[in-house]
């Protein structure tokens, strides 16, 4: 029941102070809140409370429970803002969201952290990531890994051997048919071998099985003869001779024939093959005896 002291701050469209316990002999303020039995009421007359007005203090009234349910959800251009909008009433709210649609994330690389592409290269190191479409970027981060341990010394080739060169530390020459590499700095007119100057690096292989080892000139005339250029058997040379000049040595049909014996003291013959055509047996370009016959010839 309602005093006719108090009111609910319920029936009050006004501002109400902090409220103040209360209890018997409380002296009450008019329009200050006081609470008693978890009910808060608004005093309305100023008095000292007794065990009479506590008794009489305002019952607990049950309110309405409140809702809050989700209602639509709506997707936005990526560029926009969310909403979030009631379309309920205050004490049964129904919230309907607008919410933007994700950007894709870009990406961009630099090799300085200064000058940015969209492409990846080999040089780049760092990477920054946008999820507004590019309308802003995160800070850069690198991704370049930590160096690497010292590789080995490498090799400085300087091709064949010569005396009159010098070598430095861990460069590599061929001599002899293998490659040797230089212990040494300052390392002149120190011929390859297993020393303090030298190591070798490959060996020459074992020569070959085969005897083919015969080697000819750069170039040559198709169908010309060849013969040895040294007392080696294993060099030749174009002679400069093409086959088809030389004399018929093996009798044919309208050809002719050389032939002798073997003895010191044996002819030389030559005579026209055995053929019911004869030709002249001719010394140069001149016809020197016109004869079909052996005995002519002799």
Known sequence: MVSEYYERIANRGKYCPIPIAAAVGVVTVVNQIYTYNGVASVATVAKTLTADDLNEWPEPVQGEAASVNVGTVTQLAASETPTVTNSGTSYEAILDFGLPAPYAPSFQYSA?????????EVTDVYIRISVDGGATYGDAIN?????GIQGERGLTHRGAWSSGT???LDDAASYDGSSWRSLQAGNLNHAPTEDAYWTILAE???AGAGTGDVVGPSGATANNLVAYD???GKLIKDIGYAIANLLL???RAGGQTIYGGTGAGDDLTIESTYHSTKGNICMRSTPYIDRNSVADVK
């Open 204 to 206: 020459k292989g074992a």
């Open 112 to 120: 300085n952290g200064a000058s940015w592409h969209g492409t990846y």
């Open 230 to 232: 040294d007392s080696t």
């Open 249 to 251: 040595l093996a009798g």
């Open 166 to 168: 010098t070598y430095a």
């Open 143 to 147: 991704f370049e890994g930590p160096q």
